[in-house]
């Protein structure tokens, strides 16, 4: 069994059936779009393979807890994809010290806490994995979206040391994403322009993003490690984020 945290739409959703596809049940969480939540547990029974969609609000730590309490009901877990985020636009010079704090809630505190839980609950004599998405940013950080950047990098940097604490029955690896999909609102051309000044002068295919969890999924060997999955845009320096491009 998987879980995969914001998996209702866009890229969780396409990582949650390529968590299928290497054969896995699936937990499909959601905060609140449970109609997209449902639209995906379709898609994967129709693979052949079971899925649940539950409901959790991340930053709550009770909430958190019966998540794992209610995927682990469903079937042994034995693989976490930390794909949930929060990801506001700031600066330094305008950051909010709650801002800060809220980001970190999202995308440090709530994986680390379901690292814990998933670790406690993986059965005696399984191997257990877990992926945490990332961000190219964290390779080639800019001022742009501070707080988030901010966030990013710790749990980048835990990558490593999680490894460790947790070897040799679970594996620990990231996936660091450059510019995938448009963000809401983000007009066309500028979504374009950020494509092309990456050195592969394209963003980043869904579909890319779904081998590399597949590789992880099945590389026993493998942790530790975060892939950066980013057409090359973490080699370059830029002074803005790709969405200034």
Known sequence: MALVTA???????????????????VVVHY???AQGAQAVVQGIEAMGRRAVAVQAELTDAGARAALMDQAAAFGPLRALVNNASLFVYDQLETFQEADL???????????????????????????????????????????????????????????????????????????????????????EADYQAGAEATPLKRPVAVEDLAAALTFILTARSLTGQNLVV???????????????A
């Open 7 to 25: 998996a209702s739409r866009r890229i969780g959703a396409v990582l949650t059936k390529a968590a299928a596809q290497a054969g896995h049940d």
């Open 101 to 187: 704090r809220l980001h970190h809630e999202v995308n440090v505190l709530a994986p680390l806490a379901l690292i814990r839980d998933f670790a406690a609950r993986l059965p005696d004599g399984d191997e257990g994995v877990v992926v945490n998405m990332l961000d190219y940013k964290v390779t080639a950080p800019n001022p742009d979206f501070f707080s988030y950047t901010v966030s990013r990098v710790g749990i980048a940097h835990m990558t490593g040391a999680l490894a460790l604490a947790l070897a040799p029955r679970i594996r620990v690896c990231g996936i660091a994403p450059g510019l995938t999909l448009p963000s809401a609102g983000w007009p």
């Open 230 to 244: 980013d057409a090359g845009a973490g080699l370059t320096r830029r002074e803005r984020d790709l969405e200034f």
């Open 31 to 33: 905060r609140s779009d």
